[in-house]
């Protein structure tokens, strides 16, 4: 098995998250079927992590780097 890994971003503070792997999309709009997401939970200290869908496929969850363009002000 050889599959390319998938990798999903989250948010900087996000530590729980719901991604789509693109192995079960597949699968599932082949078999008429939408339920290819799956939640996860990546802990304040952890920059990455991987993590196994319902199906056992491998997402690699990565923590974005950078702020998001829109940030949010802050009162100084
Ligand atoms: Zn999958």
Redesign the pocket.
């Known amino acids: 098995m050889n599959e390319p890994a998938q990798i999903v971003s989250i948010g900087l503070g996000d530590t729980s998250f719901t991604a789509v792997?693109?192995?079960?999309?597949g699968?599932d709009t082949a078999v008429g079927l939408s339920a290819?997401t799956?939640a996860g939970r990546l802990d304040p200290d952890l920059e990455a992590g991987v993590f196994l869908?319902?199906?056992?496929?491998r997402?690699h969850v990565v923590r974005a780097a950078a702020e998001p363009p829109v940030a949010k002000t802050a009162a100084a």
């Open positions: 792997c693109e192995v079960c999309l699968i290819s799956f869908c319902r199906r056992g496929h997402v």
